[in-house]
């Protein structure tokens, strides 16, 4: 299955990595600081995004419609915020 494959692959990259030992099994983490900067990034854009889109969502229903349409509309703007900062810092990491 899957698994016996994974395994082979991960023997296959292990037999032509350089070093000895415990050593050659930095072979599988080299990509690990560039992915975690890349998810840091993104996280960053993510609850930016949300927190700027609320507050504009946010300022203008009270232009719209006052508090009482603030209140009232709270939640699916929320809700927008996040899925449309989610959307675009999804689409920074990856584009």
Known sequence: GSRLGLMTAAGAVLADAPGR???RLSVFLKGLPPTAVGYFLQGGAKFGGYEALKQESFARLRAAGGEELTR?????????SA???EMAATVLLAP
């Open 21 to 23: 030992g415990l050593f």
């Open 72 to 80: 009232r509309c709270q939640l699916p703007a929320m809700l927008a």
């Open 83 to 85: 899925a449309a900062a």
